[in-house]
């Protein structure tokens, strides 16, 4: 692969005959010999009438195969004519047979690589012409090469994932286009009272940037209006942020295998309550509470939570008054 530069293109040649012409007279007694060649060419012909003046002729009208030559066998004009893969050669400095049977001489015909042209080709990742240089993730570097992008075996900024996760030496969960392939679990960093109003608007609120970019589905792990997350939850494994399994389904998450991380993918250090009003799999807890579907925050009313730091009790604790601030589950799953 080159850079810059311009293009070259080959184009073969044949000589298809020459024809020997009749000697002449010239005007200081000396002859003249004219041959005829026609070139042809991919669409056009060309004739080439090449003159050469004999002095001291050898072997003119003797057997053909000795050849025509004239003048010093320094001299090297040189013309040719093929028949059944023979070129028999007549020349100003000499005669030869070379036997070409069989063989051809082809050029490359493959277009060479040119970094920067726009065009990938040979050995080049990418090709953004003028653009090339681009640092940022899935930019094309100067020298043709793909810069940071999923696949590239490091997780980046932007992704979740860039190979499968590894667990005590074994895959939990796989990364596919560099996502977890399973949702993912988290709870806010933020608190709120039992006044919500919208906890799914709250979840949007501290959804992690990499999921965000996703175009995922963001929803809060809480019951709302009746409506049970058991509904709504997606089927095969949870995990953290970053990939850690939590579980091998929302069904069996009864309890979980972690301490459950933020949006940042940090411990909570203050505070361990979080609204939930459902149990670990979704469905209604023996003692429903929900500020008056999330909008009422004044005592007697109660609110039913769980506590982020009870592997076991992480959605189902019991109830505190929806004056209390706690913090939200949210659940990031492909749609």
Known sequence: MRRGGGRHARVGVAVAAVVLGCPGASENGSETLVL??????????ETTLVTVTLTGVTGYGSDPSEGLSAGSESEGT??????????KGVSAGGTGDSDTSGTSSTGDDREEAVCGDGVVAGDE????????????YGGCLVDCTLGPHCGDGAKQALELCDETAMIDDEPAVACVGCRWDAAILYVTSGVTQGAIASPDDFCADHVPPEVALLGWEVRAFIAESGGWPLDWLPGGPVVQLKGELLGSSFGKLSAVAATILDENGDEIKSGSGVWTNVTGSGGEPAAAADCKGWSFGEPPEKGHHGNVKDAKKWADTGTSYCTAQHHLYCVAFSN
């Open 36 to 45: 005829s060649s026609s070139t042809a060419a991919t669409e056009t012909t």
């Open 78 to 87: 040189t013309a040719a004519t093929t028949t059944g893969g023979t070129t």
């Open 125 to 136: 990742e990418c090709d953004e012409g003028e653009a090339n240089g681009d640092m940022t």
